[in-house]
């Protein structure tokens, strides 16, 4: 079984910092990435940012240069640093992780999400 934790989020003001934390725990045989999407109310999921084993990060246009993420694959987690928040910002942040259990199955698996808002 695996399972993908998040913490953090909460409620700030627009122009504000928060950051949010995901980690996997169970069966983990290897990581392939792992990173955040985000739904608002109304809207579809859109991916935020993810990070790979090898060290490659994408960013969605709409958090380049105000979000960071960073992995620590060693203990299965990934952190999303965001800055210069706007009310846009606010959604339900769901981190993945897409990981082998078994040197052949691999599969995503997603978090429950953490709920991040912003006032104006």
């Known amino acids: 079984q695996v399972q993908v934790v998040e913490s953090g989020g909460g409620l700030v003001q627009a122009g504000g910092s928060l950051s949010v934390s995901c980690v996997v725990s169970?069966?983990?045989?290897?990581?392939?990435?792992m990173g955040w999407y985000r739904q608002a109310p109304g809207k579809e999921r859109e991916k935020v940012a993810s990070?790979?084993?090898?060290?490659?990060?994408d960013y969605s246009d709409s958090v380049k240069g105000r979000f960071t993420i960073s992995r620590d694959f060693g203990k299965n987690a990934v952190y999303l640093q965001m800055t210069s928040l706007r009310f846009v910002d606010t959604a339900t942040y769901f981190c993945?992780?897409?990981?082998?259990?078994?040197?052949?199955?691999?599969?995503?698996?997603w978090g429950q999400g953490t709920q991040v808002t912003v006032s104006s």
């Open positions: 993945f992780a897409y990981l082998y259990t078994t040197p052949r199955d691999s599969n995503a698996y």
């Open positions: 990070v790979n084993a090898g060290g490659g990060i």
């Open positions: 169970g069966t983990v045989f290897r990581l392939v990435a």
